[in-house]
């Protein structure tokens, strides 16, 4: 298999290698973190996650990276996972991006297929829309529909505030801000 993906890489191209935590501040349940380790190189993404679709969960993903544009960009990422651990299963996903001027939109879909428990499948999503006024902070939106963490409600919202610097990138995430159920999520990632 490595040497099939070899094959298939630009000779020039070089990897992009990203490392995140997210720390989930957590009402009443224990605190845990997210960590996500991504690598690219060309058109190859390869991703590996912990504690993503489900607590105790390792999911390993390979997928294809398509972008267009100068100014106004769009970027796709399909990419096939498995996942085993708590959940065990089968994850088609797809993460996008669109930017144009300061205002940045991402969203992350995924769907998993439980091995174990047909009727345990679920449907994944995270979404941001923020305005970078300057290129070390953003602020914006936040949504996420998950199963590492569940309210009474369905789909998670909130607001984010991030800083950026050197490759080193900070966000805290606020969740439910004018309910009970607030809880808030830190991340911090680094590129090289």
Same mark, same amino acid.
């Given at each position: ?7 298939c890489l630009p000779a020039s191209a070089t990897w992009d290698v990203a490392l995140?935590?997210?720390? %989930? #501040? ?6 845990? $973190?997210?960590? @996500? ?6 058109? #190859? ?10 607590r105790h969960t390792m999911s390993l993903f390979c997928g294809a990276n398509f972008?267009? *544009?100068?100014?106004?960009? #769009? /970027? ?6 498995? !996942? ?13 991006? +669109?930017?144009? *001027?300061? +205002? ?7 769907? $998993?297929?439980? #091995? ?7 449907? %994944?999503?995270?979404?941001?829309? /923020? =305005? ?22 369905? !789909? ?5 505030l991030g800083l950026s610097f050197r490759g080193l990138e900070g966000t805290v ?8 159920? @607030?809880? @808030? $999520?830190? /991340?911090? *990632?680094? /590129? =090289?």
């Open positions: 298999m490595a040497v099939l993906l070899t094959a995140s935590a997210a720390a %989930y #501040l957590l009402p009443e349940e224990e605190n845990f $973190v997210q960590p @996500t380790l991504r690598g690219d190189r060309g058109a #190859l993404h390869l991703e590996a996650r912990y504690n993503y679709e489900d972008g267009w *544009g100068d100014e106004t960009t #769009l /970027s796709l990422t399909p990419m096939l996972g498995a !996942v085993v651990g708590d959940t065990d299963g089968i994850v088609p996903a797809l993460e996008a991006t +669109f930017a144009a *001027g300061g +205002f940045e939109a991402y969203a992350e879909t995924e769907y $998993v297929f439980d #091995l174990d428990d047909s009727t345990s499948s679920y449907f %994944y999503a995270w979404s941001e829309l /923020s =305005f970078r006024p300057s290129e070390r902070w953003r602020a914006g939106l936040v949504g996420q529909r998950t199963r590492v963490y569940r309210t009474d409600r369905d !789909v998670q919202r909130g607001l984010l995430y606020v969740f439910n801000p004018t309910g009970d159920d @607030t809880f @808030t $999520v830190v /991340s911090l *990632g680094l /590129s =090289f």
